[in-house]
């Protein structure tokens, strides 16, 4: 099995790849030194493992992400690199016929790639995608956090004094 890797590219020719038989695959990894999410967010040493699959369709691309990010810890509010990894699955649809180059009807679903009319697929917005999904919405910086665990801790139940006789009751049933 042969592997190709891409260093801070994401744009691989398939022209072949359409070509060959469905079942056909190819392999690649990806490093990217910074892959920006979004205005105020990007994440560097971004390295995936990516395999391409000829389906009847197009192309489905397959792998694992890693990306590290600088974040800031929700609980003790210090600033830290953290390394996170995402599973990524999905397909790409071809917008020009490789055999005769003629236009290609797009893909009714919204969520599937196209190749463009070069045969080239882009790896950038589906590594841009999962990348969003590997980052936490709340960052802890690890298990040996110094925050305030009361912040996440469920709430004692304090039991009413004008229900406490039927509180008692329910105690008594369990």
Not at 31 to 40: G, P
Request: hydrophobic content about 45%; charged content about 25%.
């Amino acid at each position: 099995m042969r592997v190709r890797h891409l260093e801070n590219d994401t744009i691989i020719n398939v022209a072949q790849l359409l070509k060959a038989p469905v079942g056909t695959e190819r392999y690649f990894t990806v490093h990217l030194d910074e892959l920006v999410l979004d205005s105020d967010l990007a994440v560097r040493d971004v390295d995936a493992a990516v395999r391409l699959l000829r389906t009847s369709n197009g192309i489905l691309a397959t792998g694992d992400l890693r990306v590290t990010a600088h974040l800031t810890c929700v609980r003790c509010l210090a600033e830290f690199d953290g390394r996170f990894e995402e599973t990524f699955e999905a397909e790409y649809w071809p917008t020009i016929d490789v055999l005769t180059g003629l236009p290609l009807p797009p893909p009714e679903d919204e969520d599937i790639f196209t190749i463009d009319k070069n045969h080239h697929l882009d790896l950038h917005e589906l590594l841009r995608q999962f990348a969003v999904l590997a980052v936490p919405v709340y960052p802890v910086c690890g298990p040996q956090c110094p925050g305030p665990e009361s912040l996440w801790k469920p709430p004692e139940e304090a039991v009413d004094a004008r229900l406490a006789v039927l509180q008692a009751l329910l105690d008594e049933r369990a």
